[in-house]
């Protein structure tokens, strides 16, 4: 085993129990520091996680030597600046999706860790899991025949109307949420797309908030793709369909498969279920990310994946009607204001 990683923890974020603590007490990496807009849900956070240290502000994790990657649950709004701040600090990042509130913050991250020569890595978790493996292996084993088609459908009831992710100014909607996965997990499994047409509802009281979109996606070869998110739907639904000319496969839960560790194979020999076990993703992705910081191992994702997949997102937004989110404000990010639910 490699020497644990040291993190440090940017806010005290729901994600983060899940995302970061969990996997890090089952791995035995460290939780160095962290800190929050409020001190005392930071200490209870320390406190409740086992976290090392509690530190004043986002700037003093930042500067803590013993923190060598910094976890970012942030406000959407906030993911941009606040990985920028850390690779500038020289600091390793492994942000929450998505990765900035648009293309442009994304590619300033980009050129900025170039230059500090450190690793910036965006929280896509499903891709780390034996069901997304074993997705791309049915593409690519011919199976299922010549690629066809993609579909993905992301859907979730709706969350309170003043939730953080109905809210412009921290870069909220359907698509930012929802939508970065079912672009995300298309680009993985064909290529990079051009957007064919989008449409998309605003959600009531909040404008330019997309409550739902959906994108008609063309790739290489004529393969075709339809992303769908609407995060105010009766139900969940987290699915990916891949169609060929001799089959077809769907994983029930390719984001979050140790709710849902199916993938239902559909060929001319009839149907199978195939589990493929469920192991949190999340510790899959905190140990690809030790193995990678710490041993060289390759890693499927990186800073220039995060930019197109921002760069798709916009394009999308342009594509259905809707304003790409705006960027943070510029100057130091501070995240005061901001912070009420995180």
């Not at 609407?230 to 979050?256: F, P, Q, S, Y």
């Amino acid at each position: 085993m490699s020497e644990p990683l040291r993190i440090g923890v940017l806010g005290a974020a729901r994600i983060s129990g899940s995302a970061i603590v969990e996997p890090a007490h089952a791995t035995g990496d460290r939780l160095v520091a962290v800190a929050a807009r409020d001190p005392r849900r930071a200490a209870d956070f320390a406190a409740e996680h086992g976290v090392e240290r509690v530190v004043a502000s986002y700037a003093d994790v930042l500067a803590d030597p013993e923190v060598e990657i910094v976890y970012n649950p942030l406000a959407n709004s906030l993911h941009g600046p606040w990985n920028l701040a850390a690779v500038r600090a020289g600091k390793h990042v492994l942000s929450e999706k998505p990765f900035a509130g648009n293309a442009e913050e994304a590619r300033l991250v980009r050129d900025a860790a170039a230059d500090a020569g450190v690793t910036v890595l965006e929280g896509f978790h499903y891709v780390h899991h034996p069901v997304m493996r074993r997705l791309l292996e049915l593409v690519s084993s011919g199976e299922l025949g010549a690629l066809r088609r993609v579909e993905s459908r992301f859907t979730m009831p709706a969350p309170p109307d003043d939730d953080p992710r109905w809210q412009w100014e921290l870069a909220g909607g359907a698509l930012m949420d929802l939508g970065c996965y079912a672009l995300h997990c298309q680009r993985m499994l064909v290529g990079e797309p051009r957007v064919v047409a989008a449409t998309g509802e605003e959600r009531a009281g909040h404008p330019g908030i997309d409550e739902r979109i959906t994108a008609q996606l063309a790739f290489a070869g004529g393969v075709t793709g339809e992303a769908h998110c609407d995060m105010a739907a009766d139900d969940w639904c987290i699915t990916c369909r891949v169609v060929g000319d001799r089959g077809e496969a769907t994983a029930m839960n390719v984001v979050l498969p140790q709710r849902d560790d199916r993938i239902v194979v559909t060929t001319a020999d009839g149907e199978r279920t195939e589990h493929l076990g469920t192991r949190s993703t999340y510790l899959y992705q905190l140990e690809a990310v030790r193995a990678h910081l710490h041993d060289g191992a390759p890693f499927p994702l990186d800073v220039d994946d995060a930019v197109a997949t921002a760069e798709l997102i916009d394009a999308v937004y342009r594509a259905a009607g809707f304003s790409p989110r705006p960027s943070a404000t510029p100057g130091s990010p501070d995240g005061e204001g901001n912070m009420a639910r995180r």
